[in-house]
């Protein structure tokens, strides 16, 4: 059949994007990322945070072995086998190959220095000298159960504190890494005897941190969590490193995960009255605890 001249032959159109609407396909596709990438975020921080507190739970575990085992709770350095990390260690995963007693319960996967470091403290109480935590870390004070007579659901074992970061170990100028200033100790600029405060003026009017990165082998209650770390006066008081303020941090958004003495886990939130947060810090103190 042929066709003639003048009939007009329809074909379909070729199929193609415009510019335009590529461009609103890569935009939206933008879009659903910048959407996504929050809630996975969110997704890995809350399984981190799990984890972490689970690393809490077993540590809880391990003390309260310990404690069947020496009828005394992990803490005092003096004891055989060294700081509470060490007297833990044969009732956790770990090892001393590295030269320190480690186990990767003592990380958080939610700190970015946290790997091969010590991410969790024993609680000191408040003042150091004081000896009123759970734990007298530097001293020789035997903490028996009967000896938390605030109750042991009422008083902290151990909380988060942020690790060294890589160049820990190093002296530093100062003025360097504001960011990690909260895992540094600093300085009031005088001593002041009344702990609240002294609370008051680390956490408000604090001078620059020290030089050199300061261990301490445990945390106190004198500040609540995430606040600054703070020697009481310049570093030619002499009551500057007996009186100081050491306190939990963590990177999870809010507060810190901190272990009591019967077993329990709780979020402690930033905002937590100074008050309590001292009730929690001593074991022997006789005040009335909200229940947490």
Known sequence: MTRNKDEIV????????????????????????????PAVQQAREAARRTQCKSHLHQMGIAAHNYESTHQIFPGAAHLAGGQWQAQMLPYLEGDNDSGYPYSPVYSCPSDEFGEGRYCYQVNDGLWPRYSNGFAMVQGWVYVRPADITDGLSNTAAFAEKLAWPDYGGLEIDPNLFPEHWIRRTRHTSAYIADIDRFADECRDNALLPTRNWIIDPGYNHILTP???????????????????AITSTSQHLGGVHVLFADGRVVFVSDSIDRSVWHAAGTRNGGEAVASF
Do not use: H
């Open 226 to 244: 995430n606040q600054n770390s703070c020697f009481n006066g310049p570093r030619t008081e002499p009551e500057a490193d007996r009186y100081k």
């Open 10 to 37: 329809c074909r379909p159109a070729r199929g193609a994007f415009t510019l335009l609407e590529v461009l609103v396909c890569i935009a939206l596709i933008g879009l659903l990322l910048a959407l996504l990438l």
